[in-house]
Each structure stands twice: as C-alpha cells, then as structure tokens.
C-alpha cells in the first residue's frame, strides 16, 4: 500500500484532464440502507430476467470483496444531455439520449485508462494495475449510491442520480483504490429532497416507479427494449410510444432537469452513432448480424442484439397499424 502519495485534490486534477466533468472521492464502506433496497428490489424480483442482478449481491454491496485492502472509491461522471428534434414520423423509433452516440462504456473506459496511465507516468513509484481496479456499470456495484456518498448529488423519487450542475443527465464509473484519500462530503440534507414532488412517478406511462426512489425494471420501458429478451407483453407494448431503445421520460419531466447543458463530448452527439431516431421499417428488415453491426458497431444499441432490437421495432409499428379508438 502506498500511503499519501496523491491528493484527492490531485486525483480531481487527473479527472477532469482526462474529461470527466465530475468526479468525488468516498470511503468504501458498506452503505447499509442501500445494502437493504438492494436486498428487497431482489427479493420482490424488481429486476425481472437481468439475472446478473441477481449474481453476488454481496459483492455488489461491499466493495472489498471486488479489491481486497480497498481503502477510497473515485466515482467518475460525464454530462451527455443532449434536446431532442422533433419526429420525423410515427415510421421512426426514437432512441435515448445516452445512447445515441458512441457506447458510453467504450468512452468511460478510454478515458480511465488515459487517467491511470497519466497518474503512472507521474508516479512511477506506485502499482496502479495493483492498487487501482475500475469498471463502467457492468461491474458489481451500487454506482448511484457510491456518488451520493461521495456528494455528486443526491437520488431522487425517479431513482436517478440528481447533480446540482448537469441535473441527472449524467453517466457514472468509478475506481476502487488502495489509496488512502479525503473523501468529500455528502450534499447536506438533499437525501430525499424531491420531496412531494411526483411528476416522475405520474408521467412514467408504464407505472414502473412503485415508490420514492424505487423502480420495477418489469415494467420500465427501458428493461423492456434494452434488457428483456422475451416478447414485451401487449399491455406494455401499446406504451412504447416510438421508443425503440431506452427512455427518457422520468428524467425530462424531472424539474431538476431545467438546469440541463447540452454535452460538450463529441462521443455523445448523434453524429458519433446511431442518432435519435431509426428507421423501424429497416430495423425490422435486418436479417443477419452484419446488417446490425452495420448499424449499431460501437454504440449501446449491441446490447438487445438484433432479436431484440427488431421485436421492438415491430411491436411499435405493430401498434401503429392498430385502429386506434374513436378512428
Ligand atoms: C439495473 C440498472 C437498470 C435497470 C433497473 C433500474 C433501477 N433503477 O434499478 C433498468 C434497465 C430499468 C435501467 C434503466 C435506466 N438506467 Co440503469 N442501471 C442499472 C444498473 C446496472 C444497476 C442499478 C441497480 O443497482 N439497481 C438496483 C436497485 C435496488 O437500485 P437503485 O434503483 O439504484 O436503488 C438505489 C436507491 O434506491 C438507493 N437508495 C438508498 N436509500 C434510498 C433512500 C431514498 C429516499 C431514495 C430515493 C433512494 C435510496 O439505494 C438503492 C441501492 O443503491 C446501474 C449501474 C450500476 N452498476 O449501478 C445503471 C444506471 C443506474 N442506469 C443509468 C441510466 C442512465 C439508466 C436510464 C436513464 C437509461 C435510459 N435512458 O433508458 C434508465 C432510467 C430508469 C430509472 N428511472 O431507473 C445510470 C444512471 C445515472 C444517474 N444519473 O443516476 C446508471 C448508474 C449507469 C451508469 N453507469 O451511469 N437501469
């Protein structure tokens, strides 16, 4: 272990040259209340068929178990807020503003390593490939969580991360470290802070957030066109409203979320990948896998594969066709 051989000062410093917009320090310990909704959204089976929510939870609660001798977390964060243009027409699904340019994970990943590499160059003295281990989402850990602790913002009724300077338009990544560092404090009396607010809760049209700060992927449209890889059931897929991957909605009607600012990474803008809309009637007519990786090569649209990605798509044009009431 390398005591006190850089700041949490120093380490904001390698964070923001490497191009995060964000970044704060906290210890690793166990955060139980979040330890418990872990537990229950588990047991109640909120996580639907993402069975890797189901792996370990153990590990996801308690850092040490991923990096033995961990003594600080360095939770990272990007701005990828991006408005949206108006639809092109009901043939065309929209697409989330997180993943409308290049896969987030690919961009975080870059960007750390970048980070790493420079604190190695100036510290020569120091392992980082032993004394630093770092992931995006994927990894087994209660990302929102972490930041709150280390005072990035707080989680709000939407179950979002809320920072005071991008709202919740934000992606995270962090770094386990066996560095000992201040950690920073937690934004003062903000747990909790939307208080009776609930336009969340109202405009989700699915009804998937069933408490303050608790959301049932089965029926968030985004498990839906991103996770799940069963057939979306009837009821559900009336409500997809054009959204094609992910959604959005919980977040734009947040009022937080006025102080959004557009994203100054490139990566993140349309022109980097797939863009805000797809043409569903082509999306439905991709056989093969090279006709998809055509499309969606290096953005976050892989994820569903083209089985999903096309079941989508069909089901939204599907629900187009329908004789609509009082039609
Ligand atoms: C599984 C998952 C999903 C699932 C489940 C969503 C969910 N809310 O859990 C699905 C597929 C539905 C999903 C959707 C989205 N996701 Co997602 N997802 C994750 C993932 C991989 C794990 C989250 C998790 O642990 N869920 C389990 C439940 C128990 O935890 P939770 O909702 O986070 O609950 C916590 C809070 O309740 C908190 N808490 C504790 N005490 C209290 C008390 C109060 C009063 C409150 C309010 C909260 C609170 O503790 C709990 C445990 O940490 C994380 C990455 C990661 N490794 O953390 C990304 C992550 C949360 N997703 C993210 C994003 C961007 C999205 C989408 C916006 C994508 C989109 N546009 O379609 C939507 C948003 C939907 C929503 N409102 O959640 C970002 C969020 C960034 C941010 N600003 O917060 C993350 C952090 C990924 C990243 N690397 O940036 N996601």
């Known amino acids: 272990m390398s005591a006190n051989l850089l700041t949490s000062k120093e380490i904001k410093r390698y964070a923001s040259d490497a191009q995060f917009d964000l970044c704060g320090i906290t210890t690793p310990k ?35 178990k991923t990096l033995a001798g961990v003594r600080s977390i360095i939770m990272l964060a990007i701005n990828y807020y991006q408005p949206d243009q108006a639809s092109p027409g009901p043939e065309y699904g929209r697409v989330a503003r997180y993943a409308r340019g290049r896969d987030y994970h690919k961009v975080f990943e870059s960007r750390t390593k ?18 630093f281990r ?78 303050p700060g608790v959301v049932d992927a089965n029926k968030c449209i985004s498990y839906l066109t991103i996770e799940k890889r069963t057939e979306i059931e009837r009821e559900l897929r009336k409500k997809l409203n054009g ?18 600012q557009p994203t100054r990474h490139i990566e993140f803008t349309p022109a980097s990948g797939v863009g805000e809309f797809l043409d569903l009637k082509k999306v439905c007519e991709m056989s093969d896998r090279e006709d998809f990786l ?25 629900h187009n066709a329908e004789p609509k009431n009082g039609s």
């Not at 190695?120 to 032993?130: A, E, F, I, W």
């Not at 991360?161 to 404090?185: C, H, K, N, Q, R």
């Not at 919980?250 to 009022?255: L, R, T, W």
Request: net charge neutral; proline share 6%; hydrophobic share 35%.
């Open 30 to 64: 166990v955060i139980p209340h979040a330890a418990q909704r872990l537990r229950k959204w588990l047991k109640k089976g909120l996580q639907g068929e993402m069975s890797y929510m189901e792996k370990e939870p153990e590990r996801r609660i308690d850092p040490s």
């Open 114 to 131: 970048n980070m790493l590499k420079a604190i190695q160059n100036d510290h020569p003295d120091l392992n980082v490939r032993q004394e």
């Open 134 to 211: 770092w992931f995006v989402d994927y990894g087994p850990f209660l990302e929102k969580a972490y930041a709150e602790k280390a005072g990035m913002g707080y989680i709000g009724t939407n179950s979002m991360l809320i920072t005071e300077e991008f709202g919740s338009w934000i992606l995270l990544s962090e770094i386990l470290t066996t560095l000992e560092l201040a950690p920073d404090v937690p934004v003062p009396g903000r747990h909790g802070a939307c208080g009776s607010c609930r336009r969340c809760v109202d405009h989700c049209p699915t009804g998937a957030i069933i408490a």
């Open 243 to 260: 959204k094609v991957f992910g959604c959005d909605i919980c977040q734009e009607v947040c009022p937080h979320n006025q102080r959004a």
């Open 294 to 318: 055509e499309l969606t090569a290096g953005t976050a649209l892989t994820r569903p594969k083209l089985a999903g990605l096309r079941r989508t798509a069909s089901a939204i044009l599907a």
